[in-house]
């Protein structure tokens, strides 16, 4: 079956414009989330939406940094301004809920951004 | 807050030679612990996962990790390695509260390379 997907895989950007990247979670899976990967770091979470409950935003790091979701669909996480300590790989994940936290989070591919 | 430290940032290895991977983690509650694998320009994949009972955990590929609630590890090894077994490991933990989001908290990564 098919799993998350992430577009674009790539993305090059001038510094100061803004960037969308998309994320298309399995089927059915009503959670989502966004993580971002630094050259070299561990995975850093950014963003959470379950069903129609207010996402958790905890992670973002600043408020040039916006996600959307709709329903349990498709998700865009936007980067206004983007600065060149944003380039990284992005990274989608989603999975069921409903079991205490047990589930496991099935990830995408990635958009890798690069700022100039 | 949780965290996660991988000891080692990469681990070469000989291939058919055994192979332990650390990862201790911090939380004053309970977690539930992670070992993901990261094959070069793929996203990342459960190899295992410990929620509860025996605390050897059994995964994909031959791998097997153990947690250690008093020393706070959960290091993964597997008894012989394949040249395919070259990738990036990623530890992480989530909480199992009710009132977690289900984010997962990782640590930075360790590279195996495998060598002929």
Sequence with gaps: GAGVSQSPSNKVTEKGKDVELRCDPISGHTALYWYRQRLGQGLEFLIYFQGNSAPDKSGLPSDRFSAERTGESVSTLTIQRTQQEDSAVYLCASSLVGSGGQETQYFGPGTRLLVL | ?116
């Design chain 2, 1 to 116: 807050a949780q965290s996660v430290t991988q000891l080692d940032s990469q681990v070469p290895v000989f291939e058919e030679a055994p192979v332990e991977l650390r990862c201790n983690y911090s939380s004053s509650v309970s977690v539930y612990l992670f070992w993901y694998v990261q094959y070069p320009n793929q996203g990342l994949q459960l190899l295992l996962k410990y929620l509860s009972g025996s605390t050897l955990v059994k995964g994909i590929n031959g791998f097997e990790a153990e947690f250690n609630k008093s020393q706070t590890s959960f290091h993964l090894r597997k008894p012989s390695v394949h040249i395919s077994d070259t990738a990036e490991y990623f530890c992480a933990v989530r909480d199992t509260g009710s009132s977690n989001t289900g984010k997962l908290i990782f640590g930075q990564g360790t590279t195996l390379q495998v060598k002929p």
